[in-house]
């Protein structure tokens, strides 16, 4: 439910949804009161799924600038737009498209797989782009035959590699929201809380997921924590994320993990890891970019083309069930 202090906003939000045939898409990630006003809430696989299947003739994408770049290159004659045009990504910042250009000019044998977390010029230089959720389903799908190439984030990429054993090349990116949360702090909530489960993000490092009861993108944190008999889960990933989790689980207890203090210095409380370029979007701007129908998202067709066949690759390989091996 909407607070009451967001209420006469909201009221403007829905009304000028339906005079524009609009749908609000949200990540895990916005403030509450921009996820409770959406249409679908969810994690990079997710909104790429609705992005592709709705029937609205404009899209309001609550999330960083490559998300709302995806659901263009998913709809092209659709209006998207983004409540603050300067939501950007320090992991897409990470992997210039002509440097990865370069890179992959060193090996003609490369396949390339991209997590999403990268700009619409990336993708376009892609075989397969894949999400937190999917990763670990399309690296097994890739080819035998092809020396793989993962971009932008490295740890996401180690950590498919531990679940695949498929041997990768490593782009050398992180997003800074992930790596700010460090073995030491999730070792003292694990001391705090014995009785709590502990759900990490696969962008974290390595000595943090070695410590998670389970490692597994956001909408896959929402799965296990409904499943789990468990009351009290420690979530270390972007804080945003503990609003839906409340909702959806009324009935049990989730704490963010805190992170790392580089000054050392006494805190309030838990400092909880947010990430600058999901919150820079309000419900304010939300409204503003509805009204206005701007910033609008607009990609060179040849971008578009490129960039659309590894996400339509993606998608359909999500939406197969997985072989048994057995």
């Not at 896959?220 to 009290?232: D, F, L, V």
């Not at 963010?256 to 919150?279: H, I, Q, W």
Request: contains cysteine.
């Amino acid at each position: 439910m909407t607070p009451e202090r967001f209420e006469p906003l909201a009221k403007e939000i829905f009304a000028l949804k339906k005079q524009l045939n609009a749908v609000i898409l949200a990540h895990n990630y916005q403030v509450p009161e921009i996820q409770d006003v959406a249409d679908f809430v969810g994690d990079s696989l997710g909104l790429a799924q609705q992005a592709a299947q709705t029937d609205a003739d404009v899209i309001v994408f609550c999330g960083v600038h490559f998300m709302a770049e995806t659901a263009k290159i998913l709809n092209p004659n659709k209006i998207v737009v983004l409540p603050d045009k300067d939501a950007g990504c320090s992991l897409e910042e990470s992997c210039p498209a002509p440097e990865l250009a370069k890179l992959q000019a060193t090996n003609p044998n490369f396949w390339t797989i991209a997590y999403i977390n990268c700009s619409a010029a990336v993708k376009a230089l892609c075989d397969v782009i894949v999400t937190s959720g999917n990763a670990e389903k399309i690296v097994n799908a890739a080819p035998n035959d092809r020396d793989l190439l993962f971009v932008p984030d490295e740890n996401l990429g180690q950590w498919v590699m531990e679940q695949t054993g498929r041997p990768m090349t490593l782009w050398k990116g992180n997003c800074y929201a992930h790596v700010e949360f460090q073995r030491e702090q999730v070792l003292a909530a694990k001391e705090q809380f014995p009785d709590a489960k502990i759900m990490v993000h696969p962008e974290s490092l390595r000595a943090v997921r070695e410590l998670a009861d389970s490692v597994c993108s956001t909408e896959k944190m929402i799965t296990y924590c409904k499943a789990s008999p468990a009351k009290r889960f420690v979530i270390v990933t972007e804080s945003g994320i503990l609003h839906r989790m409340q909702k959806e689980c009324p009935d049990k207890e989730f704490l963010c993990a805190p992170v790392f203090n580089v000054m050392k210095l006494p805190t309030d409380g838990c400092r909880c890891s947010e990430c600058k370029f999901m919150k820079m979007n309000t419900l304010e701007k939300v409204r503003d970019c509805m009204k206005n129908l701007a910033p609008r998202v607009e990609l060179p067709e040849q971008v578009i083309q490129r960039a659309r066949r590894p996400m339509e690759r993606m998608l359909e390989i999500s939406a197969k069930p997985i072989e048994n091996a057995g």
